[in-house]
């Protein structure tokens, strides 16, 4: 049945080839694959943009939250919970009318994933780690982004240890929302800086 | 025995592996120093890109200590601690003319990438 | 090193493709090996470092015509054999031995 194809289609290669690590490293007692069924639920339930997101809504609605956060990020951040793995030393750069943050690793894909997740394709894609740095408006203006020659670019290349969020501008026409409602306005990439955070709905 | 287990996920997760170095090292450069980056070409790890090689910037922020890549790579532990800057380098600086206007590229140096300009 | 994965600055890479509501892992051979990452870091068979060199070892053509998890992937199999964790022919016969079992 060529609907049931697909489904039943054998493993690819690297399929195979993940396959075999890890049952050799299994038999040799390296490995426990309950661990990694474990981080696997863990990065696809639990830590992802969201987080960042909650972070964006404090900031935006408590002041004193916001100069601790961006004074130092790691431990502002850590008061909502999110460190951990690739989030163990934060640096959050505002966006204000004057100047326009946004994020590259452009020798790896080094991605903030305690706040953020795990990176999607377009920001470990060679086009994106090769382009920002040098053409960062026309890298803006693909994601639809068009901001005019008096706001200065920031592009922060992230190839150290130190991780970045971006605070992106609290949106006008906010001023009823409660932290919750500002959260769902924040996109995973008004944090990385290709995007501006949502403005509310009606 | 594998070393880690479920159990210890949750807590590997959130507890990360700093590459901050708890140690006294004294920093080369302040806060407002114009530096260049050294021109390195090690067939080793290095965190330098090409592009930051030899131009020059000013120094934005000291981050602290922490391992130094290029030695660690070849350790194998966290090594050789050294100061980390976030280091400003305009557009113009890195790209010349084809520069974007009113763009610029922050990036963390270490200590051993730079000298004074 | 002066490798491909130095990309800051090139040009003509095409146009930046997005995906709408990406799942975290496309393959559930990715999750696998992103896992990986965490148990051999545990049992010390590389640190960050070691890893991110690896990765820019590989040949510049397969490097870019490879998935980022496919060059995770690539690190575990080049570090554990150098590090004699593991030998080539030994994840070879087990490759066999598992497609074998597939066709059967």
């Not at chain 1, 780690?129 to 026309?138: F, L, N, T, W």
Request: aromatic share 8%; net charge negative.
């Amino acid at each position: 049945m060529a609907h049931d194809h697909a489904h039943n289609a054998p493993p690819s290669e690297t399929a195979m080839r993940v396959k075999a690590l890890e049952t050799l490293l299994t038999e040799k007692g390296l490995l426990d694959p309950a661990a990694i069924d474990a981080l696997v639920e863990t990065y696809e339930t639990k830590i992802g943009p969201r987080n960042g997101a909650k972070v964006v809504a404090r900031a935006w609605t408590d002041p004193d939250y916001k100069a601790r956060l961006l004074e130092d990020g790691s431990a502002a951040i850590a008061e909502l919970g999110f460190s951990g793995v690739q989030g163990e030393d934060m640096i959050v750069v505002e966006n204000t009318d004057e100047v326009h943050n946004m994020v590259v690793c452009t020798l790896c894909s080094c991605y903030p994933w305690p706040t953020l997740g795990l990176p999607p394709i377009w920001f470990k894609s060679a086009p994106y780690r090769a382009r920002s740095v040098i053409d960062p408006r026309g890298v803006l203006a693909e994601f639809g982004v068009e901001l005019s020659d008096d706001v200065e670019i920031r592009v922060w290349d992230s190839n150290a240890e130190l991780r970045y969020l971006v605070l992106p501008q609290r949106p006008a026409g906010t001023d009823e929302l409660s932290e919750d409602e500002l959260a769902a306005l924040v996109t995973r990439d008004s944090m990385i800086g290709t995007a501006l955070a949502e403005a509310p709905a009606g | 025995m594998p070393t880690l287990t479920p159990d210890m996920v949750p807590g590997l997760v959130a507890g990360g592996a700093s590459c901050r170095m708890d140690v006294d090292v004294a920093p080369k450069f302040k806060v407002g120093d114009a530096v260049t980056a050294r021109d390195i070409n090690p067939l080793s790890h290095t965190r330098l890109p090409r592009y930051i090689r030899g131009r020059t910037g000013r120094i934005a922020r000291d981050h602290g200590v922490f391992a130094f890549p290029d030695t660690s790579a070849a350790s194998g532990t966290h090594s050789d601690p050294q100061h980390v800057y976030s280091v400003r380098f305009e557009g113009s600086e890195l790209w010349g003319d084809h520069a974007n206007a009113n763009a610029c590229v922050y990036i963390d140096l270490f200590d051993n990438y730079l000298e004074l300009a | 090193m002066n490798g491909i994965h130095d990309m800051g600055g090139m040009q003509c890479m095409g146009p930046i493709i997005r995906e709408e509501n990406e799942p975290r892992f496309h393959e559930e051979w990715e999750g696998r090996v992103f896992g990986m990452f965490f148990t051999n870091f545990a049992e010390g068979h590389f640190n960050v470092d070691m890893f991110r060199h690896a990765i820019e070892r590989m040949g510049p053509a397969e490097y870019l015509e490879t998935s980022y998890y496919e060059h995770w992937l690539h690190v575990y199999e080049t570090v554990l054999v150098e590090r004699g964790i593991l030998t080539q022919a030994e994840i070879d016969e087990k490759i066999a031995s598992l497609r074998q079992a597939g066709e059967s």
